[in-house]
């Protein structure tokens, strides 16, 4: 199993893949992953696993990528401390890119379906930005999760607080018509 320095160096070179194409594991360090995520709330603490295989049809590239690992950060709601695993699989068919296309050539793709290649293929662009799209925005360490109380700040996942709470004196009516029933 090889080490990658950087995920975006995922580079390959078409002319060299033969008909049996080519399979590879990588291991990606923590500190690898944690610059590309640019998140300060996101750590990285153990090793990613990146396996792939590309396999050619002519021209055309089939590129199967599996990526496992761990994220860890904490609960948007308690505020716990959690981790988050990744465990993706990406497909994507690369195509050899039209003359009319200029610039970058990943930035031009349309979907994760197919990607366009000259000289090499960036499949380290894509593993990236696929990982960092597939990231939830609020992680939540169950779906019951119950948060912290707003008035005291108790994690109520612990136990309920000693916080009395008033009514809403707007909901009085409600709270009449309730008993009146």
Not at 33 to 51: A, C, M, N, T, Y
Not at 95 to 103: I, N
């Amino acid at each position: 199993m090889d080490k990658a320095k950087s995920i975006e160096e995922i580079r390959l070179i078409p002319d060299i893949i033969g008909e049996a194409g080519i399979e590879k594991d990588l291991r990606v360090n923590p500190e690898v992953l944690s610059d590309l995520l640019g998140d300060k709330d996101l750590r990285v603490e153990e090793p990613f696993f990146i396996h792939y295989e590309v396999n050619r049809r002519q021209d055309a590239f089939h590129a199967r990528i599996n990526i496992k690992g761990k994220v860890h950060t904490n609960c948007s709601r308690c505020l716990s401390p959690m981790g988050y695993p990744v465990d993706l699989f990406l497909q994507s068919d690369y195509v050899p890119a039209p003359p009319e296309m200029v610039g970058e050539l990943e930035a031009q793709r349309q979907s994760a379906d197919t990607g366009y290649y000259r000289r090499e293929i960036l499949l380290g662009q894509f593993i990236v930005s696929e990982l960092v799209l597939s990231l939830p925005i609020i992680y939540v360490c169950s779906d019951g999760c119950k948060g912290l109380c707003p008035q005291c700040g108790t994690n109520l996942n612990e136990g309920p607080c000693a916080c009395t709470r008033s009514a809403d004196p707007r909901m009085q009516v409600l709270a009449q018509f309730k008993n009146k029933l």
